[in-house]
């Protein structure tokens, strides 16, 4: 059974229209983190919770924002996609001091 | 911040062994990890080293130096399938779980 569920797995969005990602994850984990990740590089950390508390790093974008309800559910709202926010974003989430579990992943399409 | 390095691509021949090699910098250390990831898949975890040595999972083998900020993952018996992207990934005391820029492995016949 699926652990950390990313949905949709595939998300077209139109330029400048906001976009909602969600995760939820069933490990009960404390840290929930979120990537961005284009063709050919690495997953780029965005942000993280730990609990309750917001981590973002400083390269992150004002455009991308984070909400964590409660501990089995985090959302990524980018407020104005541009073209060049078109990627694969991926929620992984861990127990304090362990390695991360990921999700399948949402790719994102802006038209 | 965290800085990461490893070689952007490794070719090899299926039954051959290769080693990716990784170096690392970060504010506090908690062990490297190593993901290999598909096109179009999400990283699935392979391997972690904590301490020093060599920690041993199939025909995949990882190893540590922390003295010198120094990492591998070994890749025995190479198989077509291993085709994939590597990545190291080093967790600092923050919980920012980082990664490295990934290795492009291509297995040939």
């Known amino acids: 059974d699926a652990m950390v569920i990313q949905n949709p797995r595939y998300q077209v969005t139109q330029f400048g229209k906001p976009v909602t990602l969600s995760c939820s994850q069933t490990?009960?984990?404390?840290?929930m983190y979120w990537y961005q990740q284009k063709s050919s590089q690495a997953p780029k950390l965005l942000f993280h919770?730990?609990?309750?508390?917001?981590?973002n790093e400083a390269d992150t974008p004002d455009n991308f924002q984070s909400r964590r309800p409660n501990t089995s559910f985090c959302f990524l709202d980018i407020r104005s996609p541009g073209l060049g926010d078109a990627a694969m974003y991926l929620c992984?989430?861990?127990?304090?001091?362990?390695?991360?579990?990921f999700g399948q992943g949402t790719r994102l399409t802006v038209v | 911040g965290q800085s990461l390095e490893q070689p952007s691509e490794v070719t090899a021949v299926e039954g051959a062994i290769v080693q990716i090699n990784c170096t690392y910098q970060t504010s506090g250390f908690y062990g490297l990890s190593w993901y290999q990831q598909h096109d179009g898949g999400a990283p699935t975890f392979l391997s972690y080293?904590?301490?020093?040595g060599l920690e041993e999972t199939g025909r995949f083998s990882s190893f540590l130096s922390r003295s010198d900020s120094y990492g591998y993952l070994l890749l025995q018996e190479l198989q077509m399938k291993d085709s994939a992207s590597y990545f190291c990934a080093v967790r600092d005391q923050g919980q920012n779980f980082v990664f490295g820029p990934g290795t492009r492995l291509s297995v040939l016949p």
């Open positions: 080293n904590g301490l020093d």
């Open positions: 490990l009960n984990h404390n840290v």
């Open positions: 992984a989430t861990g127990a304090k001091g362990a390695r991360p579990f």
């Open positions: 919770y730990y609990d309750k508390d917001f981590n």
